[in-house]
């Protein structure tokens, strides 16, 4: 009896041990704490740099500076002397158009004042239709702003500032203050005049005096203050056009950039193009390079200069150099995380679009580092595509690129325990084989158990009918 009752006890207590290990093992892996952020240490001991990202970029010029900008990602491809001062013609004339665009349309009206007139004296070109600007006259916008931009006619600009600030000083003042609203921290304004107005006879010293100056870094900045500024863009976007203008009778006129040759040589990468040369020249460009990079670029080379070679030459370099490649592809799995819904649903994490990021290509550029920022609570329902967080990837250079990522599946708010016990064990195949072993040992247990206490009734029955035949 003792015996019958000691192994009774003792299969209780094995049967109760292996229900709290199949509860502890559900519990550990069916139902994980979500991780709130994963963080690998960079491998890089260097301080980050924005030009790390080019150091082993080669680019043979004799240029004063250059730059090229990619807009999509904010950061430079490449750079020499990016931040000097530089005497920069025609930076004055940039400013300005972006100032008419925004006060006049292309067809108003301008009047030509006598100061106008003079200053038109002195043209870096032939001016079109070898119409030359006298007192009194009245031209389009648009005219004056292709006279200025294509012969660098200081009469146009003259006439232009006038409309819009009255006086050429007052003209200055407002283009300086322009530039610091814009953020330009290299670019001071002196004259709005070429020059070549000051005549043969002046001195270096008085040259320098009145010379405008930036760097490459503020002419970048203007060209993109000209992607959201459409009239500006289309202006830069013409390299040769007819207008017609009233010059006693009407006369048709074309004007034509001193680059124009240098949107057919790109084969249609450049969209946009700016060129000045006096003392020092200035090419500026935005257009895509060949492979779909989005890049600006700004050169400042001493003496007359059309850099139409160096500019190709820079597009032809960066396609060279970098590549493009996915960073993350939609509906990948985030590895290592999960989270949970607000009933408690774990669901994993995956990307919620392909984003594909340029690097130079023998290296991904890419460092170890990968931080994850959730947004709970999780609220019900969620569904596929819902944002629920953001990983952060960072590159060498220190610039960061942020994905958005999301419930790999839809959580309804009416979803039963076993079911979501049910998906929870079959994302952990090594736990299910764990907890069917288990199940078939504690089947085993029981089949004995209760083959046991069969046995013990069919004695025990046996006995009392013994009993019963003996009395």
């Known amino acids: 009896m003792f015996r019958s009752q000691f192994s009774t006890k003792l299969m209780s207590r094995i049967f109760t041990a292996f229900l709290i290990i199949l509860t502890v093992l559900m519990l550990i892996y069916v139902l994980p704490s979500p991780l709130r952020a994963a963080e690998t240490p960079g491998v890089y001991d260097e301080s980050f740099n924005p030009s790390l990202i080019y150091k082993d970029f080669a680019f043979s010029h004799d240029l004063l500076g250059v730059g090229v900008y990619d807009s999509k990602w904010e950061q430079y491809l490449y750079g020499y002397n990016i931040d000097a001062e530089l005497s920069v013609p025609g930076v004055s004339k940039l400013i300005l158009l972006h100032l008419i665009s925004q006060e006049f349309s292309p067809d108003d009206l301008i009047a030509i004042s006598s100061r106008a007139a003079v200053a038109d004296r002195y043209l870096a070109a032939d001016p079109p239709g070898d119409v030359r600007l006298s007192g009194g006259q009245q031209f389009p916008v648009q005219y004056l702003v292709y006279r200025m931009l294509f012969y660098s006619s200081d009469g146009a600009t003259i006439a232009l500032t006038e409309a819009l600030a009255q006086t050429e000083e007052s003209g200055i003042q407002l283009i300086n203050e322009t530039a610091e609203d814009m953020g330009l921290k290299n670019t001071k304004i002196t004259t709005l005049r070429s020059n070549t107005t000051l005549g043969n006879d002046s001195s270096e010293q008085e040259k320098d005096n009145i010379q405008n100056t930036s760097s490459i870094s503020d002419l970048i900045q203007i060209m993109l203050n000209f992607h959201n500024n459409a009239q500006a863009g289309n202006w830069l976007s013409t390299f040769e056009t007819f207008l017609t203008i009233n010059v006693e009778t009407q006369l048709l006129v074309s004007v034509r950039s001193p680059i124009y040759r240098l949107w057919s040589l790109s084969e249609g990468q450049v969209s946009q193009a700016y060129n000045a040369q006096g003392d020092t020249s200035l090419t500026l460009t935005s257009g895509t390079t060949k492979e779909g990079f989005p890049i600006i670029t700004a050169s400042i080379a001493a003496g007359k200069n059309n850099m139409i070679q160096d500019t190709t030459r820079l ?33 994993e994490l995956v990307y919620q679009e392909t984003i594909n990021y340029l690097h130079p290509e023998d290296d991904l550029f890419l460092t170890q580092e990968i931080q994850y920022q959730g947004d709970p609570p999780y609220l019900l329902p969620l569904t596929t595509g819902t944002i629920t967080g953001k990983a952060v990837f960072t590159l060498k250079n220190g610039m960061k690129i942020a994905a958005n990522v999301g419930p790999d599946r839809d959580i309804l708010a009416s979803r039963s325990q076993m079911a979501l016990f049910l998906h929870n064990l079959s994302k952990n195949p090594n736990l299910a084989r764990v907890i069917f072993l288990l199940v078939i040992l504690l089947i085993v247990i029981l089949v004995i158990t209760l083959l046991r206490n069969l046995l013990r009734i069919y004695y025990y029955l046996r006995m009392i009918r013994s009993s019963k035949r003996k009395n």
Not at 318 to 343: C, H, W
């Open 315 to 347: 597009y032809g370099a960066i396609d060279s150099f970098y590549e493009s490649t996915p960073l993350v592809t939609a509906g990948e799995k985030m590895q290592g995380i999960r989270e949970r819904a607000e009933n408690g649903d774990i669901f």
